[in-house]
């Protein structure tokens, strides 16, 4: 443990050179560190609903609804971290980051907010704790690292839960998805068929199915994307990544 302050301390150190070097000036960091306090107290909250939610009513029907302003409102939020990529203020691939984030807030609004009938499903009780416990963790971590106080376990759990929480995570969401699809083709909801009067043609249900295919290619290159990160931050390995 006393090795890994000493580590910690040269981190840091190394750390505010690189940022200088970067440029990263007082005013960037103390809007990071806002932006992380404020999404680690969100997903906080949201823990807190999930659990007094459950306690006081025994069953996850009706969850999503006592948690979906909260959630929908900090989701969204993330949106930020892709412009915070796009202007160089951290040092991630706004190409991540993007299918990251705008997946989760296809989760969100177009599927889980969108049709109610799937809201109670037990997938979405799966990806929500996934993500909270995920954000809580992920968000405290760069909290910490910022203010150059970071305790060894954060780092470790923020560079090691994912390989479980990464996989059921994304189980919960194909899951959620998957029992959407009937209640799409029944509704033709976000669909448009011919004839009309832009001459164009959208179905729904094709498309979630195209998402969900999407996640074969996508996935493997997020989760080893983050396992090279595992290497880099807790073994200190250099890697040298291709340009995203
Ligand atoms: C329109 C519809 C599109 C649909 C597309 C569908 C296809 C989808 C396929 C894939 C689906 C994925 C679904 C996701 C499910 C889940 O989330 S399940 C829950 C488990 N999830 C996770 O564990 C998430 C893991 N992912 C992430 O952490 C991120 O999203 C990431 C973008 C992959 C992280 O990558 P990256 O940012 O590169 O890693 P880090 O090591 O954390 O950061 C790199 C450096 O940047 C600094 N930094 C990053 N963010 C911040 C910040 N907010 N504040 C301050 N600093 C930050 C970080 O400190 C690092 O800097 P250095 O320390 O200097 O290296």
Redesign the pocket.
């Known amino acids: 443990m006393a090795s890994s302050e000493e580590d910690g301390g040269a981190a840091s150190e190394e750390?505010e050179n690189?940022n200088k070097k970067r440029g990263k000036g007082t005013v960037a960091t103390a809007w990071?560190a806002f932006?992380?306090i404020a999404m680690t107290a969100g997903w906080l909250v949201l823990a807190m609903a999930m659990m007094r939610f459950y306690m006081q009513k025994g069953t996850h029907k009706g969850l999503y609804r006592s948690i979906a302003r909260t959630l929908k409102f900090f989701q969204t939020f993330a949106l930020i971290?892709v412009g915070?990529c796009a202007i160089g203020l951290?040092?991630?691939?706004v190409i991540?980051?993007g299918?990251?984030v705008?997946?989760?807030i296809?989760m969100v609004w177009f599927v889980t907010n969108s049709i109610r009938q799937i809201q109670n499903e037990e997938s979405v009780v799966l990806?929500l704790v996934?993500?909270t416990l995920?954000e809580i963790t992920?968000?405290s971590y760069?909290t910490f690292?910022?203010l150059h106080h970071l305790p060894y376990f954060i780092k470790w759990a923020?560079y090691t839960?994912?390989i479980i929480?990464?996989p059921?995570?994304?189980a919960g969401?194909l899951l959620t998805i998957y029992s959407a699809l009937p209640f799409v083709r029944r509704s033709g909801m976000y669909s448009m068929r011919l004839p009309n009067k832009y001459n164009v043609s959208f179905d729904y249900y094709y498309c979630l199915v195209v998402?969900m295919l999407?996640?074969i290619p996508?996935?493997p290159q997020?989760f080893f994307?983050?396992l090279r990160?595992r290497r880099r931050?807790l073994h200190g390995e250099v890697i040298v990544e291709k340009d995203d």
């Open positions: 750390k690189n990071l932006y992380n971290e915070h951290i040092r991630t691939s991540v980051t299918v990251q705008s997946s989760r296809f990806f996934v993500w995920t992920r968000y760069y690292n910022l923020r839960l994912f929480l990464y059921l995570g994304v969401e998402i999407s996640y996508l996935f997020l994307h983050m990160q931050v």
